[in-house]
């Protein structure tokens, strides 16, 4: 195991946990990524080798068939993943984030319906905020859900809906103007509508399209698409939480938990890039010796690796954070801002290292250097992270008198 990134205060359950997940990312995902990710495929066996180990339903309580760990667990899980392969975070962090959202916001019914199958891998969640004008902005929404006695009709197009085919449950936010009087505050007439759907892609139910994957510059394999509804019925019973108007603060809980799920992306996949980059520089010979040698490279390895640490210690703080109770807005905006820029800098420099090399296909280098922009955007980009802390910070020394 590495001397970085190390966590204190783990429980033997939660060892045992990482190592398992940890061996199965070197032995099952690091070999075959970058040939999946070249070929833009989804990395189905991966999948289910993560639903014999349980880790779809690793933060879903004993009750509903789940592990009931908590969000550092999964933190520190999603880190060795993305270490292996980014996408594959990917793929189960929007059904956890749908999973929170339940768990913390559901109805009894709704619960009982949908988390045991989720935490055996037999219901797959995303979730659905953006629009094609609009990503940051969520009160620009335009996505309407009317409703017509016992249903509600959802029209709308939404964007960068990850896990759009494989998907089984989207949790869908919309503008619900029922109850909410004409200037009503927008984020105050939201509304999160849980749409089940067949996986796959065109028409996977009357009123719901999903459009073939949008092609992208990396996080390829998992699928990232649009979402159309004309005239979508589903029961009012699928109302989140049972009660219209409180859309937008489940959302902006689930995406905390996002948050702190893109820092440990980060920290991932800054390991893998300053694994990949001091192997290379005890390899790589220049001037009758290992490159690792030269000051020049050993000050960019020590860069490198204390961005590791710092992001990796910020993420931990800001899982366990959430994980007490409190109020970690602030925290898990810091870690996603650090992680994702030192992220793309530990990337740059490793990418660096490897000189010519770094620019070819051949080596692992030249994927990561394409996966870590993703992370400067998802969950909010870094000026809204800077937003988020700014106003926070002022809210905690607001001066007195």
């Known amino acids: 195991m590495s001397r970085l990134a190390r966590t204190a205060g783990l429980t033997d359950v939660q060892e045992e946990i990482l190592s398992t997940v ?200 998992v699928d990232t698409t649009e979402l159309i509804m004309d005239g979508l019925r589903i029961p009012a019973n699928r109302v989140l939480g049972g009660t219209t108007g409180r859309g937008f603060y489940q959302m902006m809980d689930g995406v905390e938990v996002g948050r702190v799920n893109v820092a440990a992306r980060g920290c991932g996949v800054a390991q893998r890039a300053f694994e990949l980059g001091v192997s290379y520089a005890q390899q790589r010979q220049t001037f009758g010796k290992p490159i690792a040698q030269h000051q020049a490279i050993q000050f960019k390895l020590a860069e490198m690796a204390t961005k590791v640490e710092a992001a990796h210690a910020m993420m931990v703080n800001a899982a366990r954070k959430k994980d007490s109770g409190e109020r970690n807005d602030l925290e898990a905006g810091m870690a996603k801002y650090l992680a994702s820029e030192y992220c793309k800098e530990v990337v740059e420099d490793a990418f660096r290292i490897h000189g010519g090399y770094g620019f070819s296909k051949e080596y692992e280098i030249e994927r990561l250097y394409r996966e870590a922009p993703m992370l400067l955007i998802g969950e909010g980009t870094a000026e809204i992270q800077k937003m988020i802390i700014g106003r926070r910070l002022l809210e905690e020394y607001r001066l007195q008198g």
């Open 22 to 221: 940890r061996d199965f990312v070197d032995k099952e995902i690091i070999p075959v990524a970058t040939s999946l990710e070249h070929r833009d495929e989804y990395p189905t066996e991966i999948v289910e080798g993560l639903k014999e180990l349980g880790l779809f339903g690793l933060m879903i309580p004993e009750e509903y068939g789940g592990l009931g760990e908590s969000l550092l667990t999964y933190a520190l899980c999603v880190e060795e993943i993305a270490r292996g392969w980014m996408s594959v975070s990917g793929i189960i962090n929007t059904h956890f984030i749908v999973a929170y959202m339940l768990k913390q916001h559901g109805t009894q019914e709704q619960k009982d319906t949908f988390l045991p199958r989720m935490a055996l891998g037999e219901v797959r969640g995303a979730f659905s905020m953006s629009e094609p004008g609009l990503g940051s902005d969520v009160s620009a929404i335009t996505s309407k859900g009317v409703r017509e006695g016992d249903e509600y009709v959802l029209d709308g197009q939404k964007m960068w809906l990850t896990n759009g085919g494989t998907s089984t449950l989207v949790a869908v936010l919309c503008r619900s103007d029922e109850g909410h009087p004409e200037g009503t505050a927008p984020h105050k007439s939201m509304t999160t509508f849980l749409v089940e759907k067949e996986a796959g892609f065109g028409e996977v139910r009357p009123g719901l399209t999903i459009p073939g994957k949008i092609d992208k510059m990396g996080y390829k394999g």
